[in-house]
């Protein structure tokens, strides 16, 4: 194994705390009444929402942490990462640990953890703004710009790109083919 790509544990210390030992503690303590979803249905949505939040996650730590040195955000990234899951949105770190979150939610019938997930929510939001999206700004410019138009911060299908809410569309003359000249 390559020294860039070697396991460090610093970067997997956030989110596991997060989204793994915070509920585990929350859901054996502060157990809640079913939810009203049925317990056949809560079941299966639960693994569903921790399985995708946890590949997000997962996805996340790799392409930032552990493919460049950027231990814990005390140096800026060496590139912008625009590939996987922030590919889909700015924000899967978080969003990902939030699904995750949500889901264990389902499974351990914890109230106290839909708490959790939404204090969660708020924490990344307020340093997502106010922190990380400034400071790539100033990193990288106007290649983050476009990419923060093109890519949604939160909820995929949201971002105001081409053909997105917030940017007017080409009139449709515009987009016809051009004939193709003449030879005289």
Do not use: C, H
Not at 78 to 83: A, E
Not at 119 to 140: D, K, Y
């Amino acid at each position: 194994m390559d020294r860039g790509r070697r396991l460090r544990a610093g970067p997997l210390l956030i989110p596991l705390t997060v989204a793994g030992i915070v509920p585990g503690v929350l859901g054996l303590w502060l157990p809640g009444p079913r939810p009203p979803l049925a317990r056949w249905l809560s079941l299966p949505a639960g693994v569903v929402l921790v399985l995708l939040g946890a590949w997000m996650t997962a996805d996340a730590v790799d392409r930032v942490y552990l493919r460049q040195p950027t231990p814990l955000g005390d140096r800026p990234p060496r590139y912008l990462v625009r590939s996987g899951w922030y590919a889909v949105v700015r924000n899967p770190m978080a969003a990902g640990m939030t699904l995750v979150l949500a889901g264990e939610t389902l499974l351990w019938s914890a109230p106290g953890i839909a708490l959790w997930a939404a204090f969660v929510l708020a924490v990344s939001w307020t340093t997502g703004r106010r922190v990380e999206e400034p400071g790539l700004a100033a990193t990288f410019g106007a290649e983050y710009d476009a990419y923060r138009r093109a890519v949604p911060a939160w909820i995929p299908g949201t971002a105001a790109g081409p053909g997105r809410r917030g940017v007017r569309k080409q009139p449709r003359a515009s987009l016809r083919r051009r004939p193709e000249p003449t030879e005289e």
